[in-house]
């Protein structure tokens, strides 16, 4: 026996004691006996006659009566005044940023606009300068001679 085998437990498993739990059963509640009881009416039993002879007997069931929805309850005026007006003026200061934001750009590209003018300008100011030097067909005066009376010039 002590030689193990294929089916057998250790030698320190041989000598273990094992225990058993049984349930306790619990003591019911109430001591009266369950007896099934009848509803107050039978229901009546409807039969339907399907249209290839079948008969189908069945119990009517009354269909499920969805709960009552809760009253909401009511908003007053001056709730709804202010939510409102709350919305508009929301609505009219996005505006007038709107606007705001529309000016301070219309005013810089106009700006800008006057900015480039006065450069063209001044650069076709500068290229009637440089190109008259080139041909004499003008009338040239020289400034270091001229004597200014009454905003004119005369040599």
Not at 4 to 30: F, G, R
Not at 112 to 136: C, E, K, N, P, Y
Not at 137 to 151: E, L
């Amino acid at each position: 026996m002590n030689e193990p085998t294929a089916y057998s437990l250790p030698a320190s498993h041989e000598t273990a004691a094992v225990e058993v739990h049984h349930p306790t059963p619990i003591a019911p509640a109430h001591t009266a006996p369950i007896v099934p009881v009848q509803p107050g009416t039978i229901p009546t039993v409807a039969s339907v006659i399907l249209p290839d002879g079948r008969i189908i007997t069945g119990y009517a069931v009354a269909p499920a009566q969805p709960e009552p929805v809760a009253a909401k309850p009511a908003v007053s005026r001056t709730a709804v005044n202010v939510a409102l007006g709350g919305v508009g003026f929301l609505a009219a200061c996005g505006g007038l940023l709107l606007v705001t934001s529309f000016i301070a750009a219309l005013t810089a590209f106009i700006g800008q606009l006057i900015i480039l003018a006065a450069v063209i300008f001044g650069g076709w100011i500068a290229v009637q300068v440089f190109s008259a030097s080139g041909h004499r067909s003008g009338t040239t005066v020289n400034i270091r001679r001229a004597v200014f009376k009454r905003n004119h010039f005369h040599s």
